[in-house]
């Protein structure tokens, strides 16, 4: 079983920055793909970045591009969500997510990923 954790939430101000990380433990072969979601109350949950980790292959969504970089290191396997010029409707839980293999192009199917995190929050104030 793989595990999922993310940390690095808080309050920030209007473009300000913050950094998620999310920590990929367990059972892992292979390569994967990694994605951060976010979601805030009555809204969809919305696929914002994502990283393959056999390629460093990247993708974003339009609302964050620019703004939002994300990356991986090893040893441990952790991914980061770096966010600058943040916007009070950034203002979300922010979910990481896990499947084994290649990153679906472009696509933020929260479908295709078998283990989540817990999630952290992230307030933006005007």
């Known amino acids: 079983q793989v595990q999922v954790l993310e940390s690095g939430g808080g309050s920030v101000q209007a473009g300000g920055s913050l950094r998620l990380s999310c920590v990929v433990s367990?059972?892992?072969?292979?390569?994967?793909?990694v994605a951060w979601f976010r979601q805030s109350p009555g809204r969809k949950r919305e696929g914002v970045a994502s990283i393959y980790t056999g390629d460093r292959m990247t993708h974003y969504a339009d609302s964050v591009k620019g703004r939002f970089t994300v990356g991986a290191a090893n040893a441990p396997d952790t991914i980061y969500l770096h966010m600058n010029s943040l916007k009070p409707e950034d203002t979300a839980r922010y979910y990481c997510?896990?499947?084994?293999?290649?990153?679906?192009?472009?696509?933020?199917?929260?479908?295709?990923?078998?283990?989540w995190g817990q999630g952290t929050q992230l307030t933006v104030s005007p």
């Open positions: 367990g059972y892992i072969i292979g390569d994967y793909c």
């Open positions: 997510a896990y499947h084994a293999g290649i990153c679906s192009s472009g696509q933020f199917e929260d479908t295709d990923f078998s283990n």
